[in-house]
């Protein structure tokens, strides 16, 4: 398997604009997160799904911010409107249906917003 | 709630000598427990986990983690540092019971000098 992919690698955008940030999780994992990383704030979770259901979207910043799951193959994290302060690397993990087991990280996606 | 501290937000030894990273958790039962690897520019992987049975588990590059209830700690340690470990590390908890909300600890970077 390829692991966990994500795409774009790097986004750069004007404020105001929507960003989409897309994830593929690994086959047979049936639980996606997502993360939001910063220097100030750390590794944060924003989202995750169980099943392609949201479980906890506790830690989604504002209303700007939202995720969908269609199916068990692709996730999105969409921003709009954009700001400076969405600055950050995101993260995408899945992990399988398992407990105990580990969460496998995608490589990020460097979100600039200027 | 669970929730997770890491002693030292910047760790920094010299080649050869012991590495000592500290992780405390606070979980109404014992959780389960990680501790993962961040390259510059990548994702976390993982290193080791504790989910049930022997105490004392080992990892990859060397490292091992004991699991303390009564201290309700999760130190990672390596007893002899290389220059290619220099990187971040992150504590993690996951629930035993209940969800499969993972929650990481903000991280601590280890400095390896020559």
């Known amino acids: 398997d390829a692991g966990v992919i994500q795409s774009p690698r790097h986004e750069v955008t004007e404020m105001g604009q929507e960003v989409t940030l897309r994830c593929k999780p690994i086959s047979g994992h049936n639980s996606l997160f997502w993360y939001r990383q910063t220097m100030m704030r750390g590794l944060e979770l924003l989202i995750y799904f169980n099943n392609n259901v949201p479980i906890d979207d506790s830690g989604m910043p504002e209303d700007r911010f939202s995720a969908k799951m269609p199916n068990a193959s692709f996730s999105t994290l969409k921003i709009q409107p954009s700001e400076p302060r969405d600055s950050a690397v995101y993260f995408c993990a899945s992990s399988s249906p398992s407990r105990g087991t580990e969460a496998f990280f995608g490589q990020g996606t460097r979100l600039t917003v200027v | 709630a669970q929730s997770v501290t890491q002693l030292g937000s910047h760790v920094s030894v010299s080649e050869g000598a012991l590495v000592l990273l500290r992780c405390n958790y606070s979980?109404?039962?014992?959780?389960?427990l990680f501790w993962y690897v961040q390259y510059p520019n990548q994702g976390l992987q993982l290193l080791l986990k504790y989910t049930t049975g022997a105490t004392l588990v080992k990892g990859i590059n060397g490292f091992e983690a004991e699991f303390k209830k009564s201290e309700t700690s999760f130190h990672l340690t390596k007893p002899s540092a290389h220059m290619s470990d220099a990187a971040e590390y992150f504590c993690a908890v996951s629930p035993s019971t209940g969800g499969f909300k993972t929650i990481f600890g903000a991280g601590t970077r280890l400095f390896v000098k020559a």
């Open positions: 979980s109404s039962v014992p959780p389960y």
